[in-house]
């Protein structure tokens, strides 16, 4: 059997309407006959990426566009154009540089990718395609996209033009007055010819040739939708209009546009033959030329006249035939005895416009000498004789020509057996794999010629021939997905050809891996290797399961990788597992681990809770009245804890209602004297415990958020520095206050968010506490929007804080609320900034008792913390923890530092004889794992180390 690849398979033998659906076979067949351009005399342009317009055009390198390469092709040298679809850049093209008769430019879309569609996407009021004032250029092999009432090509005051292989799409638009056509010739052009294109969708003309065109030769196109003229020519002389289908149909219900098929009209002379015309339309238009063929009276008497003859007509509706010198006909006979023209006409009482039935009277009898006959069809099939047509004696010549634009070929069934799909619905094996098949087809063809069979196994390797019957056998020794095509082949020149699949997978299973990064608030980002597995045709499958409770939320799919995007419902360390099953069920896997954690982001401080508290009581305060509403985006809230007025020595504990009260202390607080520390509350409701035999006034100030999904929150991460001293000894008076500049300064940048500081007072004149805020910050709601209390001291007392500072790239500002003066210092530990790569997430954790160390006077020791009580063995920046002195029988200080580094001049907690002090602490943490704790006091102190959460920053 050979039929005509894509447009016979697609459509019926009789049909009125061919399809869009049909043409991508008759590109991928034009494709296939057609040979690639000298590499040498090649620009290429690649819609795809990984090019540049700024040149130089080579395969390695292409031009994005084609109008780049438009701007400097040379004669003699062909534009080699690759896109996959028109999304990928929307464009149209004007081409103003000329060939020469012996090296004509040419711009084509021939390639392994299939034809490319050049197209601005939208209505532009220009053409797709321009060329302008050129002569010998050659468009081939595209998709010429239109949109509104824009041209597909204009050819304008150019020559020697040759568009060949083209379809050309006007997107549906309702048809309006103006002139819209797929091809517009200008009155100043000439020697232009289209040839095997089609034409599709519904433009006001598929050509329009404007008065003062010359030559200009139609031939072997196919017009499977045109809502007004198939082929327009107006005062065109030498005109070829050859072996066209041409369907012309009104639809829209009016007679704005009366269909023609074809039209000769302003003076026009030339010849129509070897057509097939179908007209129509669904109302009654009486409007003058309407018909399948129309020659005005101008035309018809021209000097040069025009010429008509085996041509195939049929006009529905209200339509004649044809209109002749200005009269209607019926029919060919019709018109024969009136003007002596269509001689060798046909009507075709049910129109014909994909491939002619067996018995058509179009087949074999077209005029073999007609002007612009091709030797192949618009797919370029060959013209073959048919022993079954019936009206070939009508035809002229014996070239075997059929009238219109497709030959009708033997049919020739191809049928065959080959080895049954896998489970995993696939023809497989693993290298070396013998893939064989059964031709089961007859030896015989429905025109009763000889039928021979070849086998081709897409390898490289020669074709074979098949006996049918006989098995067929090849085995392939490279993995890869091979095309398999069976090919039929009568004596007549006729051929068909099926297709098969086999799949030689590689003799192990694809090994992959799993990468592991951090992409946000946690969430994480895992990527397959090899490069973008799902190239892989070996594989069936390609899966992740993110890990715990991890949820995938996007999928990145590119050319170089496959990345899923895991999120994960709370901070911890997670395991990913990707799966991959290739088509012989053979699964390998791969896994990647990822802690990910919660940043926090700063607040406008709110005092949440002001009360008395009993002795040995509970106070509960739930999470949504801490965080402020906001408990949709927190888990946790960072909180200013005071101690005022206490009647007895003791401690306050914060810790998550519900769980097990921790022995450890948030605050430690003497009787009559006010303590104050920081503290992260966590949980949905959180338990402030009075251990305290006596009453105690206590306050709570929420000053951030621990945040465990962003939902837009400009949340933030953490960077430790080296501890700097930012304010050395310094008096301030009562009531005042300075100015410090922390940003900027000792690695901390100058847009920081946030700083952590640790304040001493010492030496106060009486009792009191001060207060943290930014520069600038404007007073609101009786005081400074943004300030912190902190650090409550009793006369003398010497007390240390660590404050978090809002300074968002301002300096920071110190008061001093007490009645009377006091000496500060500070020191700078870390800072906060927005999310970035290689800065550190907070791993919250329930308070816990890390370890209670005794350090020598003027000496220090060493703690292990990565790996312990759940901080991630490698990757820690810092920790966060609570310092606690108690029963020393001197004061002190103790220094918090990395160990294996300088101890800075830094205070991380201030103790005095025989009173328990607590303060918050972040240190960072020293490449081996451990903090170092040093005493700053004349006699040993017992320190007891609590752990709040660490940091960790993702290698």
């Not at 049954?420 to 010629?449: K, R």
Request: aromatic content about 6%; charged content about 10%.
């Amino acid at each position: 059997m050979r039929v005509s690849v894509g447009l016979a398979g697609v459509v019926a033998a009789s049909g009125l309407v061919i399809g869009i659906a049909a043409i991508p076979a008759v590109r991928a067949a034009a494709s296939a006959t057609s040979s690639a351009p000298s590499s040498a005399s090649t620009l290429y342009v690649d819609f795809n990426g990984g090019c540049n317009n700024s040149g130089p055009g080579t395969l390695a390198e292409p031009f994005c566009t084609i109008q780049a390469a438009a701007n400097v092709v040379e004669p003699g040298q062909t534009v080699d154009i690759t896109a996959a679809n028109p999304s990928e850049d929307p464009q149209s093209v004007t081409i103003t540089r000329s060939g020469t008769p012996a090296e004509p430019i040419t711009f084509t879309g021939v390639g392994a990718d299939g034809i490319p569609v050049v197209s601005p996407q939208q209505q532009t009021g220009n053409a797709v395609v321009t060329l302008k004032d050129v002569h010998d250029v050659t468009i081939s092999h595209l998709q010429i996209e239109n949109f509104g009432t824009d041209d597909g090509i204009d050819v304008v005051g150019s020559a020697g033009i040759s568009l060949t292989n083209l379809w050309i799409v006007q997107e549906p638009v309702v048809i309006s007055a103006s002139p819209l056509a797929a091809v517009s010739i200008d009155g100043a052009s000439s020697d232009v010819t289209v040839s095997r294109t089609s034409f599709d969708g519904s433009p006001r003309y598929a050509v329009l040739s404007s008065p003062g065109a010359r030559q200009v030769t139609l031939t072997t196109n196919g017009v499977w939708r045109s809502a007004g003229s198939g082929f327009t020519l107006e005062g065109t002389t030498g005109a070829v209009v050859t072996s066209n289908t041409i369907y012309a149909y009104n639809g829209h219900g009016t007679c704005t546009d009366a269909p023609t098929g074809v039209a000769l009209a302003d003076g026009s002379s030339g010849t129509v033959e070897n057509n097939v015309i179908t007209a129509g339309t669904t109302v009654s238009c009486a409007i003058p030329g309407a018909g399948a063929l129309s020659v005005d009276a101008s035309s018809a008497n021209s000097a040069g006249g025009v010429a008509a003859d085996y041509n195939a007509i049929s006009a529905a509706g209200a339509d004649d035939d044809y209109s002749w010198a200005g009269s209607s006909y019926p029919s060919p006979a019709d018109l024969a005895s009136a003007t002596g023209q269509g001689g060798h006409d046909v009507d075709l009482t049910d129109g014909l416009t994909g491939t002619p039935p067996e018995g058509s009277p179009v087949i074999n009898s077209a005029n073999c000498a007609a002007p612009g006959e091709l030797g192949t069809d618009i797919i370029g099939n060959p013209w073959v004789s048919d022993p079954l047509a019936t009206d070939a004696s009508l035809g002229s010549g014996s070239c075997d020509a059929s009238r219109g634009a497709i030959a009708r070929q033997d049919s020739l069934p191809v049928t065959f057996t080959a080895p049954p799909m896998n489970s995993s619905g696939y023809t497989a094996g693993a290298v070396p794999y013998t893939f064989g098949l059964t031709v089961t087809s007859a030896t015989s063809s429905p025109w009763n010629e000889p039928v021979s069979y070849t086998v081709n196994f897409g390898d490289g390797s020669a074709p074979v021939p098949a006996a049918v019957g006989t098995p067929t056998a090849h085995q392939y020794t490279t993995p890869g997905q091979y095309t398999v095509t069976i090919t039929a082949t009568d004596v007549g020149g006729s051929t068909n050809s099926a297709t098969d699949l086999a799949l030689a997978v590689p003799a192990q299973p694809l090994a992959v891996g799993l990468h592991a990064a951090q992409a946000a608030l946690n969430t994480a980002d895992f990527t397959a290797s090899p490069g973008n597995i799902d190239t892989d045709v070996a594989l069936a499958s390609v899966g992740l399961s993110c890990g715990g409770a991890g949820i995938e939320n996007s999928l990145t799919d590119t050319d170089a990788d496959r990345t899923w995007q895991c999120a994960y419902p709370a901070p911890g360390t997670y395991t990913a597992t990707l799966t991959v099953t290739d088509v012989l069920g053979r699964t390998s896997t791969a896994r990647a681990t990822i802690t990910v954690g919660d940043d926090p982001l700063h607040v406008f401080p709110t005092n949440v809770y002001s009360h008395q508290v009993a002795a040995h009581s509970v106070v509960k305060i739930p999470l949504s009245e801490l965080d402020g509403g906001t408990s949709r985006y927190a888990s946790g809230a960072l909180i200013d804890v005071r101690v005022t007025d206490p009647k007895r020595a003791g401690y306050l504990t914060v810790y998550a209602n519900g769980t097990s009260r921790p022995g450890t202390a948030t605050v430690q607080f003497q009787a009559g004297k006010s303590a104050e520390n920081s503290a992260l509350a966590m949980g949905s409701t959180v338990d402030f415990y009075n251990g305290s035999s006596g009453p105690i006034d206590l306050g709570v100030t929420t000053y951030g958020l621990e945040v465990t999904s962003s939902f837009g929150l400009n949340s933030e991460t953490y960077s430790p520095v080296e501890p700097a001293s930012v304010l050395s000894r310094t008096k301030i008076a009562g009531g005042g206050r300075l100015t410090l500049r922390v940003a900027g300064r000792d690695h901390v940048p100058a847009a920081a968010q946030d700083v952590m500081l640790d304040i001493t007072v010492a030496g106060g004149t009486s009792a009191g506490h001060f207060a943290t805020s930014a520069a600038g910050d404007v007073p609101q709601y009786g005081g400074n929007a943004t300030s912190v209390t902190g650090g409550y001291w009793a006369k003398g007392q010497q007390v240390t804080d660590l404050v978090m500072v809002p300074v968002e790239a301002a300096p920071a500002v110190l008061a001093n609320l007490g009645s009377g003066s006091a000496y500060f210092s500070a020191s700078v530990v870390g800072y906060y900034d927005g999310y970035a790569s290689g800065a550190s997430v907070f791993l919250p954790s329930t308070p816990r008792r890390l370890d209670t160390v005794t350090i020598g006077a003027g000496r220090s020791v060493t703690l292990a913390i990565a790996g312990r009580n759940g901080i991630p063995a490698t990757g820690t920046a810092a920790v966060a923890v609570n310092l606690t002195a108690a029963g020393a029988t001197a004061s002190g200080t103790v220094t918090a530092y990395a160990d294996g580094t300088a101890r800075p001049d830094l205070i991380s907690l201030s103790y005095a004889r025989g009173a328990a002090a607590a303060n918050a602490a972040l240190v960072a943490v020293g490449s081996d794992g451990a903090i170092r704790l040093y005493n700053g006091g004349s006699r040993p102190v017992t320190v007891d180390v609590d752990l709040t959460g660490s940091y960790y920053a993702y290698p």
